[in-house]
């Protein structure tokens, strides 16, 4: 498989990134180091370059119905300007993956998806649009996506888009073909950018001139695992329900009929937790989770908390937990213990 | 001081106890260093065999003994401040000392002229 650069490849290297291949794309892990940048985002803004993710218009008459049925959370009826946080279902139940909707009118919505799944979200759209009044476009080529995230975030876009600042959480507005979006996964607050790539350009050398540092995929990570975030692969698989994820919360059955919902109905049966680490280890995706002497379920995302200066997992178990239950973690040969604790693990600065 | 192909580094003077680390481009192809699994002392350790385990913010990597013998000691600050491999991998960042059971298992390795060859080859 041949690996795509985004347009801003030429400034990672410059930058000295550390790149590495990512669903397909040659992308920056790290520049001067996950800590720094974690702290950076937390406490300051950061930039990331996400144009890997994938970006597919939907539109038309029956655009709406069709998310709508797609999708776990509410889709319809939502306002003009609204970004929506969902799951995909699977016809078994499981999750095809987790995205974001867009709606620019009742006719006219675009999704951001995981990079890893483009060509699976799009091959689902189609599959489902048939016979359905739907156009499904796949803005893959020319277009680049910016994530600026902190509590300096919304200073620093304003300099540039004083309109910025009217955007409510989980809205954006359009400015000719950019689109300005207060979301992000990092828990710190700030925007999202979408935009042809030469708008890409130009937005990322005026932020870099205002002094904000450029962030990973590493630190992306250790910012959406302290908020207790999902990631499509870990919390979320083709053959996890979305009521079995941290993303429980965006499942909604009322009034809503949608793929899936009597399988996931079925199916649902485990649950998820975060657990803070009591002994010294790094619990990582696979290792098994322990209860009684007995094993529950396995870890799905682990690492070092920069903000706690612990270590943080989420899990995955066959069995309920109380907040502050005491489970074993089994890295390697070591039996570390973790106690069962609320999400997020850090509280959101906005 | 010799090298081996996994990064690790070995001291190789007079003295038959001598400590093992990784080397600099190591911790840097690691990146932060937050957690360090250190061998119990006493262990006996064959060459090749993992000899502890470095977790960084992004994955963990396995450390191998590029000599054969027998762990006298583990740095036991690297428990509290893992940074120190990050900091100072060829020095205070030190993993075990171990008393190497046969001398010449040494000279198998790379000094630092073929390392240095190795790293430029990559």
Same mark, same amino acid.
């Given at each position: 498989?041949?690996?795509?650069?985004?347009?801003?490849?030429?400034?990672?290297?410059?930058?000295?990134?550390?790149?590495?291949?990512?669903?397909g794309?040659?992308?920056?892990?790290?520049?001067?180091?996950?800590?720094?940048?974690?702290?950076?985002?937390?406490?300051?803004a950061?930039?990331?370059?996400?144009?890997?993710m994938g970006?597919?218009?939907?539109r038309?008459?029956?655009?709406?119905?069709?998310?709508?049925?797609?999708?776990?959370?509410?889709?319809?009826?939502?306002?003009?300007?609204?970004?929506?946080?969902?799951?995909?279902?699977?016809?078994? *139940?499981?999750?095809?993956? $987790?995205? /974001?909707?867009?709606?620019? @009118?009742?006719?006219?919505?675009? +999704?951001?998806?995981?990079?890893?799944?483009?060509?699976?979200d799009?091959?689902?759209l189609?599959?489902?649009?048939?016979?359905?009044?739907v156009?499904?476009?796949?803005y893959?080529e020319?277009?680049g996506?910016?994530?600026?995230?902190?509590p300096?975030?919304?200073p620093?876009?304003?300099s540039?888009?004083?309109?910025?600042?009217?955007?409510?959480p989980?809205?954006?507005?359009?400015?000719?073909?950019?689109?300005?979006?207060?979301?992000?996964?990092?828990?710190a607050?700030?925007?999202?950018?979408y935009?042809p790539?030469?708008?890409?350009?130009?937005?990322?050398?005026?932020?870099?001139?205002?002094?904000v540092?450029?962030?990973?995929?590493?630190?992306?990570?250790?910012?959406?695992?302290?908020?207790?975030?999902a990631?499509? *692969?870990?919390?979320?698989? $083709?053959? /996890?329900?979305?009521?079995? @994820?941290?993303?429980?919360?965006? +499942?909604?059955?009322?009034?809503?009929d949608?793929?899936?919902?009597?399988?996931?109905?079925?199916?649902?049966g485990?649950?998820?937790?975060?657990?803070?680490l009591?002994?010294?280890?790094?619990?990582?995706?696979?290792?098994?989770?322990?209860f009684?002497?007995?094993?529950?379920?396995?870890?799905?995302?682990?690492?070092f908390?920069?903000?706690l200066?612990?270590?943080?997992?989420?899990?995955?178990?066959?069995?309920s937990?109380?907040?502050?239950?005491?489970?074993?973690?089994?890295?390697?040969?070591?039996?570390?213990?973790?106690?069962?604790?609320?999400?997020?693990?850090v509280?959101?600065n906005k | 001081m010799?090298?081996t192909?996994?990064?690790?580094?070995?001291?190789?003077?007079?003295?038959?106890?001598?400590?093992?680390?990784v080397?600099?481009?190591?911790?840097?192809?690691?990146?932060?260093?937050?957690?360090?699994?250190?061998?119990?002392?006493?262990?006996?350790?064959?060459?090749?065999?993992?000899?502890a385990?470095?977790?960084?913010?992004?994955?963990?990597a396995?450390?191998?003994?590029p000599?054969?013998?027998?762990?006298?000691?583990?740095n036991?600050?690297?428990?509290?401040?893992?940074?120190?491999?990050?900091?100072?991998?060829?020095?205070?960042g030190?993993?075990?000392?171990i008393?190497?059971?046969?001398?010449a298992e040494?000279?198998?390795?790379?000094?630092?002229?073929?390392?240095?060859?190795?790293?430029?080859?990559?």
């Open positions: 498989m041949t690996t795509s650069k985004t347009i801003l490849y030429d400034h990672h290297t410059a930058l000295e990134a550390k790149l590495a291949p990512f669903a794309w040659e992308m920056p892990i790290q520049y001067k180091g996950i800590l720094a940048e974690h702290q950076a985002v937390r406490e300051k950061g930039l990331f370059d996400v144009s890997h970006r597919i218009g939907v038309g008459p029956d655009a709406e119905e069709l998310l709508d049925y797609l999708s776990s959370n509410h889709i319809m009826g939502k306002e003009p300007g609204s970004a929506t946080y969902t799951v995909w279902p699977n016809e078994h *139940g499981g999750s095809v993956d $987790d995205l /974001i909707v867009y709606k620019n @009118s009742d006719t006219d919505f675009f +999704v951001i998806v995981n990079a890893s799944n483009r060509q699976k799009l091959d689902h189609k599959k489902w649009a048939q016979g359905k009044s156009q499904i476009e796949d893959f020319g277009n996506i910016l994530a600026l995230q902190g300096k975030a919304l620093l876009l304003s540039i888009y004083p309109e910025v600042a009217q955007i409510k989980m809205h954006f507005i359009r400015k000719g073909y950019i689109y300005l979006s207060r979301t992000g996964y990092t828990g607050g700030g925007f999202e950018i935009a790539n030469e708008e890409i350009v130009t937005l990322w050398d005026r932020l870099m001139q205002l002094g540092e450029p962030i990973g995929l590493g630190a992306r990570d250790t910012l959406r695992l302290e908020m207790g975030f990631l499509y *692969g870990h919390e979320l698989t $083709d053959d /996890i329900a979305p009521t079995e @994820s941290v993303s429980a919360w965006s +499942v909604k059955y009322d009034n809503h949608f793929l899936g919902k009597e399988a996931m109905q079925k199916k649902e485990r649950k998820a937790y975060g657990v803070l009591l002994d010294k280890g790094i619990a990582r995706q696979g290792h098994p989770v322990l009684d002497n007995k094993q529950i379920g396995e870890v799905t995302s682990g690492t908390s920069p903000t200066n612990k270590a943080i997992a989420l899990i995955l178990v066959d069995r937990l109380k907040i502050g239950d005491i489970i074993i973690i089994q890295i390697r040969n070591t039996a570390c213990q973790g106690q069962v604790v609320e999400l997020p693990f509280r959101k | 010799k090298y192909e996994s990064h690790e580094w070995i001291e190789n003077g007079q003295e038959n106890i001598v400590r093992i680390g080397t600099q481009y190591a911790q840097k192809e690691l990146g932060d260093i937050v957690y360090v699994e250190l061998p119990t002392t006493g262990r006996d350790i064959n060459a090749g065999q993992e000899l385990v470095l977790e960084s913010t992004k994955a963990a396995d450390v191998y003994s000599a054969t013998g027998t762990i006298v000691e583990v036991s600050k690297l428990t509290d401040h893992p940074e120190l491999i990050n900091q100072s991998p060829e020095d205070s030190w993993i075990v000392k008393k190497v059971s046969n001398p040494l000279d198998l390795l790379m000094d630092r002229q073929g390392y240095d060859q190795f790293l430029n080859g990559k």
